[in-house]
């Protein structure tokens, strides 16, 4: 049974940092990229980052480039996402999700909640 679990949310002033964790378990981690997709009540599912099988391909969305880095441990089966200057507008629940496609891992094609495995979320809220 493929389960992922996100950890490492809060609340951080804006300019804060916040690394955000997936552990994944029931399949072959190494085989599959990842993502991190976040979720806001007016925005919907907005992909951030994705990274290849073996952490040799990175991809960002404009927003985040900068500031977010991804990266994996096939070894423990995680996945994580650095934040650096975290802003207002980057409050949202971040999930990690295995992707149906490669596509959608790059974020050439937007996620769609009922593709792919999901894990429950991590919320990360931004205030002054």
């Known amino acids: 049974q493929v389960q992922l679990v996100e950890s490492g949310g809060g609340s951080v002033q804006p300019g804060g940092s916040l690394r955000l964790s997936c552990t994944a378990s029931?399949?072959?981690?190494?085989?599959?990229?990842m993502t991190w997709v976040r979720q806001t009540p007016g925005e919907g599912l907005e992909w951030r980052a994705g990274?290849?099988?073996?952490?040799?391909?990175?991809y960002y969305a404009d927003i985040v480039k900068g500031r977010f880095a991804i990266s994996r441990d096939n070894a423990k089966n995680m996945v994580f996402l650095e934040m650096n200057g975290l802003e207002v507008e980057d409050t949202a629940r971040y999930f990690c999700?295995?992707?149906?496609?490669?596509?959608?891992?790059?974020?050439?094609?937007?996620?769609?909640?009922?593709?792919?495995?999901w894990g429950q979320g991590t919320q990360v809220t931004v205030s002054a």
């Open positions: 990274i290849s099988m073996k952490a040799d391909k990175m």
């Open positions: 029931g399949f072959p981690f190494d085989d599959y990229w």
């Open positions: 999700l295995r992707p149906s496609t490669v596509s959608q891992a790059m974020g050439t094609t937007p996620p769609r909640q009922d593709e792919g495995y």
